[in-house]
């Protein structure tokens, strides 16, 4: 068997983490495979939703992360057409193939005696008067012009039985299912209809979804019955979660790939971590590159329990992909961010070698070094601090020393900075951090500062370096 694999997005405008994960999955199933097949198909049914744009960025994100497809609706392939919208009249024929066949059937009711059924909070279980309608009759009104939607047929007793790959087998009274609706008088299916016609068409053979769809699997199951078809392998998957109660939504900025990376977050790290937020690799291991991944990847270490989104280790996580990045790809990255807040001229590739070691996300930027264009208001207290052995009166001799040794210097390179204020310290029996500290604090205001205070003074140049550190001595009298 060749594995083929799909994801299936609606075209909703934006990549949703939970989403992009379930294509992970697909993706990491088929590549298992060396001749799977990864297959894209928008889901675009529902016409009301529709947004403006909504499948490019689908496009985008994927080949962004590197997720390419083998099939879909931009490149083709031997199953098309790979949209939805597109496949409409194929719907309408197989909706009145299973009406023949008994698994469906015409529904005349007006809207209101249908919308009934949705009513699950009183639990009323529509009974469809037009069941009791022949086949002939039925075929008669259609052939007349009446409107109708084609209903799913559920007259089974007992229990449905399937196999998850997650959850393990399944029960589900076939009393509990509904009849819904799988072609709408428009002519359009609905997401239960399609997605069993296509996932057939297409030989579909893993299908990874949400675990919202374990209760209505049974249901796409009667359809694969009534056509005599094989159903796919099921994969569903836990959603991801913002807390114990709440799923992670759009409404929370962090839902989505594009929210994440605005904010200055490396798509390899995303897709790092949202690999692991439902699977496991069996070991402690948390660094995987996609190739990795294809290697490593089983269906059997993914996880029933619901993943919790953790924000913070995902900071961590992108720290250790952007310790990665070679010194162009930083600046690439970093460049739109320091560009967009500051107005100072420095040497770019400085103020990135001191970025980059200790920066979480490129989205941090900004508060990172909007001291380099103005000291911000700060309390002298900044200058006392036990382990450097500093008070106030201590830094203002410091600084003081400090600026007359400056004053001299004519190499304003990181190196002989460092090499003329360790000396200095030696010079009056002072520690090393009892210079570089208050300089560090005259130099930028703030407690913690990307970079040292000889590298903070070769960014903003020796002018500002004298500047600063003659206001910090009139501050600290
Ligand atoms: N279009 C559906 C969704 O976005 C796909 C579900 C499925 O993978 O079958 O939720």
Request: proline share 4%; hydrophobic share 35%; with cysteine.
């Amino acid at each position: 068997m060749k594995i083929r694999t799909r994801f299936a997005p609606s075209p909703t405008g934006y990549m949703h983490i939970g989403n992009l994960r379930t294509a992970l999955y697909e993706y990491l199933i088929a590549k298992a495979d060396a001749e799977g097949k990864f297959i894209l198909r928008i889901e675009d049914t529902d016409q009301k939703r529709y947004v403006e744009g909504a499948t490019e960025i689908i496009y985008k994100t994927l080949k962004r992360v590197g997720m390419n497809w083998d099939e879909g609706p931009d490149i083709g392939g031997d199953f098309g057409p790979y949209v939805q919208s597109e496949r409409k009249t194929l719907y309408a024929e197989y909706a009145h193939k299973l009406v023949e066949l008994g698994g469906a059937h015409y529904c005349f009711c007006s809207k209101e005696e249908a919308d009934e059924e949705k009513d699950e909070e009183q639990n009323i279980k529509f009974e469809d008067p037009c069941k009791k309608l022949s086949l002939e009759d039925a075929k008669r009104r259609v052939a007349a012009g009446e409107p109708y939607v084609i209903r799913q047929t559920i007259n089974k007793q007992g229990k449905s039985k399937y196999h998850d790959e997650v959850y393990g087998d399944i029960e589900i009274d076939y009393d509990e299912l509904d009849e819904g609706v799988l072609l709408k008088s428009d002519g359009f299916p609905t997401y239960n209809f399609a997605n069993v016609v296509d996932d057939h068409l297409m030989e579909i053979t893993h299908v990874v979804r949400g675990n919202e769809y374990i209760s209505s699997t049974p249901k796409y199951n009667l359809i694969y019955e009534s056509f005599g078809w094989t159903p796919p392998h099921y994969v569903h998957v836990p959603p991801v979660m913002k807390d114990a109660q709440h799923k992670l939504s759009k409404r929370n900025g962090d839902a989505s790939f594009q929210d994440l990376v605005a904010k200055g977050y490396l798509p390899e790290a995303i897709i790092n971590y949202i690999a692991l937020l439902g699977w496991n690799p069996g070991n402690d291991e948390e660094i995987f590159s996609l190739d990795e991944l294809k290697k490593i990847f089983s269906v059997e270490r993914l996880n029933r329990s619901p993943a919790i989104f953790d924000i913070v280790k995902l900071t961590w996580m992108n720290g250790q992909y952007i310790r990665k990045l070679s010194e162009a790809e930083f600046l690439d990255y970093a460049r739109p961010y320091i560009e967009g807040s500051l107005k100072r001229k420095v040497d770019i590739q400085d103020l990135c070698r001191v970025l980059q070691p200790r920066l979480e996300t490129f989205g941090d930027i900004p508060n990172q070094i909007d001291f380099l264009d103005e000291v911000p208001n700060y309390d002298n207290e900044l200058y006392v601090n036990k382990k450097m052995k500093t008070d106030e009166a201590m830094s203002k001799t410091a600084l003081e020393l400090s600026l007359s040794r400056l004053e001299t210097v004519s190499d304003w390179s990181n190196d002989n900075l460092f090499a003329e204020l360790k000396a200095l310290a030696e010079e009056n029996g002072m520690k090393n951090g009892q210079i570089m500290y208050p300089v560090r604090i005259a130099l930028s205001g703030k407690a913690a500062t990307p970079g040292g205070a000889t590298e903070i003074a070769v960014l903003i140049g020796k002018a500002e370096t004298l500047q600063r550190i003659k206001t910090a001595i009139e501050k600290l009298s």
